[in-house]
C-alpha cells in the first residue's frame, strides 16, 4: 500500500533520516518505536509529506507522492493523521470540526456528514459533545474526537504520530482503545508511540528506528522477546 | 472666563447661545453635512484598510512559508516597502500628495481622501494581522492540510477565524485611530466634521460651543464602534466558554 524507497531528510545539517526502506501492507498495524531524535515522527510526517523528503520516494497505491505533479491534497483525503496535541480547531463545535473537511471538499453534503459525524461520535461514547467545543473537552476527550475527526475521511490508512505522549496517564487508556477497536476493524495503521503495551498487543509488525535508519524490525512476539540489535537491546531494558 | 465656567454655561446657562451657535443661519447643516463625510471617509476607509491590509499580511506569511517562489518574493517587496513608505510618512503629507500630484487632474475629493486613508490604514492593518496570523499555532494548519484541505481553505476556515478573533482588539483600535485621522481631510478642502466646526466658529466669533461639539460627536461615534468591536468579541468568545 505505502512503498518507501530510500527516503533521506535533512534539516539544514541535521541528517534526520538517512535511507528508509520499507513497505507498508493494506491491513498492517505498524509500530514505530525508538529513542527520541531517531527519526520516528519525521518518517511519519513524510508519508503524507507533512515534511518534504530531502530525497527517495514514496508510492502510495502505485502512486508516486513525492512527485510535485503529484496532488498531495487528494493524496492526504486517504491517510488519516493524529497528533499528539490533537490540533482540534478551537473555534469551531465538535460537530464542525468533524465534518468541515468531508463537506467543504465535497465528498459528502451536511446531512450525510452529519450523520457520519453521530456514527463515528457514537462509537467513541461522546456523542453527548456534537456541539460542545473542544475548549470544553478532557485531553483524552480531545484525541478521541481527532481520530473521529480523521475517521469521517474515510481514510485508507491512519498515521498516528505519538498520540497519547501528552495525556494525563489515567486518559492513556481511553484512546488506546479507541485505537484498539479501529485496528480490530482492518484499518492499516502507522503509529509512532512509546506505549509498549500497544505496540506488542496490536502491532503487526515493530519498526525500530534509530538515527535515522530501521535499525531492526520484526513480529512484536519475536521482537519483544529476541532483540538482535545491541541498541535495541539497550532501548528496550530502560523503557520495559 | 476660565473653561469650567464655560463647560457649566455650556451644559445650562448658555442653551439659548448654543442654540443660535449651532442652529443659526442653518448652521446646524454644516455639521450635519460634515457628519456625513467624516462618516462616509471612516465607512470605506475601514473596508479598503481591511481588504489591503489581509491581502498584504497574506503576501508575508505566504512568503515566510514559500521563501523559494519568485513571485511571492516579488510581491513581498513591494508589500514590504508599501508598509515602510506608508508608515514612514504622515498622513497629511500622504493625503496632499495624492490630491495635488497623484491625481492633481481629479476633483473627487471623497474618493482621493477615502484611497488615501485607506492606503493608510493598509499598512497598519497588515502588520497587526501578519501577527495575529503567526500566533495561531502551526499545528492548526497541519490538522487542516493532513485532512486533505487546501492552502487556501486552511487559511479561511481554520486559520484566520483564529486569527481575527485574537486580534479584534487591536483591529478596533486602529478603526478608532482611522475615524479620528479623517478630521484631516479638510486639508483637501473636503467638509467633513472637524472642518464644519471651524466654519461655524469663523462665522460666529464662538470657538467653545462648535468644537466641542464636534468632540463630543467624534466621542459618540468612537464609543458606538468600541460598543460594537466588544459585541464581536463576545461573540467570537462564545468557543472560549467551558462548559
Known sequence: MITVVDLHKSFGDNHVLRGINDTIEQGEKVVVIGPSGGGKSTFLRCLNLLERPTSGQIIFDGEDITDPKCNINLVRRRMGMVFQNFNLFPHLTIRKNITLAPVKLGLMNREEADARCDELLKRVSLSQKAEAYPGSLSGGQKQRIAIVRSLAMNPDVMLFDEPTSSLDPEMVGEVLDVMRELALSGMTMVVVTHEMGFAREVGTRILFMDRGIILEQNTPKEFFANPKEERTKEFLSKVL | MNIFSRIIEFFS??????????????????????????????????????????????????????????????????????????????????????????????????????????????????????????????????????????????MKEIVLPQAIKNILPALGNEFITLIKETSIAGYIALQDLTKAGDLIRFATYEAFIPLITVALIYLVIVLGLTKLVSMLERRLAKSDNRR
Not at chain 2, 17 to 29: A, D, N, Q, T, Y
Not at chain 2, 66 to 78: C, E, G, I, Q, W
Not at chain 2, 106 to 123: H, R
Open chain 2, 13 to 154: 446657562g448658555g442653551f439659548s447661545r448654543i442654540v443660535s451657535v449651532l442652529f443659526g443661519r442653518g448652521r446646524w447643516m454644516l455639521i450635519v453635512n460634515g457628519l456625513k463625510v467624516t462618516l462616509l471617509l471612516s465607512f470605506f476607509s475601514v473596508i479598503i484598510g481591511t481588504v489591503i491590509g489581509t491581502v498584504v499580511a497574506l503576501i508575508k506569511v505566504a512568503y515566510v512559508n514559500r521563501p523559494k517562489s519568485k513571485v511571492l518574493k516579488a510581491l513581498n517587496t513591494v508589500a514590504t516597502l508599501y508598509v515602510n513608505v506608508v508608515r514612514g510618512t504622515p498622513t497629511v503629507v500622504q493625503l496632499l500628495i495624492m490630491n495635488f500630484v497623484v491625481f492633481a487632474s481629479s476633483s473627487n475629493m471623497i474618493l482621493i481622501a477615502v484611497l488615501t486613508f485607506g492606503i493608510n490604514s493598509g499598512a497598519y492593518v497588515s502588520e497587526v494581522m501578519r501577527a495575529g496570523i503567526n500566533a495561531v499555532d502551526y499545528g492548526q494548519t497541519e490538522a487542516g492540510r493532513s485532512l486533505g484541505l487546501s492552502e487556501y481553505d486552511t
